[in-house]
């Protein structure tokens, strides 16, 4: 048998090319470094001391200034140095941009990232999940929001009642008018 399988099915399976298993998989993994054939147990870069496991991979470095994150994929050490260096220079490395976001609750010190932050839609401020809530969080425009909110509700919901009313298609006096219905409900 060449690439594995059994008597019955010689095509299904191959061999892992780890020279200390070879064991017959018949779900193998092929490596997309070195193109080699493995079993579960070997299929990582790692697991199989992969020659090319940095292949298609991209490199970066952050600047300890301003935290900014710079792509230094194919640099070798130095390349890496003057990039920095020349990032540095550029007059774009702020270390103010450094200080990350915190939630602007009293004694609250939670960092703000992308996935732990809400905006209040009353206030138009960004919290934590913990004080998303306007009434977990001091909420300046909470009750001026709310109250045109809901006036403008009211507005519209009278505006679509007197439009429904005027069709016929309330009880009022248009419905009185005509014919007695059919069917009568007690």
């Keep these: 048998m060449a690439g594995g399988g059994t008597e019955a099915f010689p095509d299904l ?20 470094g070195c193109k080699l054939v493995f079993c579960l147990e070997h299929r990582s870069y790692k697991s199989h001391s992969c020659p090319k496991s940095d292949h298609g991979s991209r490199t970066v470095s952050i600047c300890e200034t301003c935290s900014l994150a710079i792509e230094t994929t194919g640099f070798d050490e130095e390349g890496i140095k003057s990039l920095l260096e020349k990032h540095e220079k550029s007059g774009n490395c702020d270390p103010n941009k450094k200080k990350k976001p915190i939630c602007p609750v009293k004694r609250c010190r939670e960092v703000l990232t992308f996935a732990n932050n809400l905006t209040c839609k ?13 009434t977990d969080h001091v909420c300046n425009k909470k009750t001026i929001t709310t109250a045109r909110t809901s006036s403008r509700w009211n507005e519209r919901f009278m505006e679509a009642l007197s439009l429904r009313n005027e069709k016929g298609c309330g009880r009022g006096s248009s419905v009185s008018s005509r014919s007695p219905p059919s069917v009568r409900s007690f």
Excluded at 13 to 29: I, R, S, T, V, W
């Design 122 to 134: 009353d206030c138009g401020v960004k919290f934590c999940l913990k004080h998303r809530f306007p």
């Design 13 to 32: 399976g191959e061999h892992c090319q780890n020279p200390d298993c070879k064991l017959l998989d018949f779900l193998p993994f092929t490596c997309d």
